[in-house]
């Protein structure tokens, strides 16, 4: 048997991209960051980078999102934290011709984080921004009032799409839609998050019965708000269910 030779294959290399959602004036949004070098120079994409060698797939994509976004990843299974966001894996895109570069796998993974301050950009990023998905997944492609539309980068829309279907499909049977919220929030807060996420309008009172009728969903802190204006409401923290039975079913639209 011929022993080992490195250099008989071809250069291949393992990158981690980021659909890092929050929810921003009551609309999903992603972050997006404009690329500042080749390829796709100027074009609009999902942050990321290269996995270093030293670094697990885990390691590398919590150290770019703390990069892109100064936020610290928490196992999904943590309560929710300041200056936290939850972090899982979503899937690994292959196609062969995905990096005009070279042979580039993309081990994509879901970030979800309360609201968060205007972004900053960093590697070979010269700006970034949240978007809302609709526009970021528009048909005719995404560009800001001053530039000409054009698709994301690389095959960031379908990673975009997969990680905003991941995110709808999982608050309905988790307790994920708290990774939305600050620590602390109220039902109302909450039913934003779900109806921004789904697209939809919810019912409050039906809402407010379901997700307080949920075997630990919500647990009342004893504390009440008035941020939301009007009367004051009731504080919640997440529960320590991470499965909710029953589900909170999406409404068909």
Sequence with gaps: MSPYDPSAFPPFAVTVDLVVLTVRRHALCALAVRRGEAPFQGRWALPGGFVRDDEDLSAAAARELVEETGLCAHTPDAPVQVNGAHLEQLATYGDPKRDPRMRVVSVAHLALAPDL????????????????????????GYGREDEQAAPLAFDHAQILADGVERARSKIEYSSLATAFCPPEFTVGELRRVYEAVWGVVLDPRNFHRKVTGTPGFLVPTGGTTTRQGGRPAQLFRAGGATLLNPPMLRPEV
């Design 117 to 140: 301050p205007a972004p900053r950009a960093g590697g070979d990023a010269h700006s970034a921004r949240w978007a809302p998905i609709e526009a970021l997944l528009n048909r005719g």
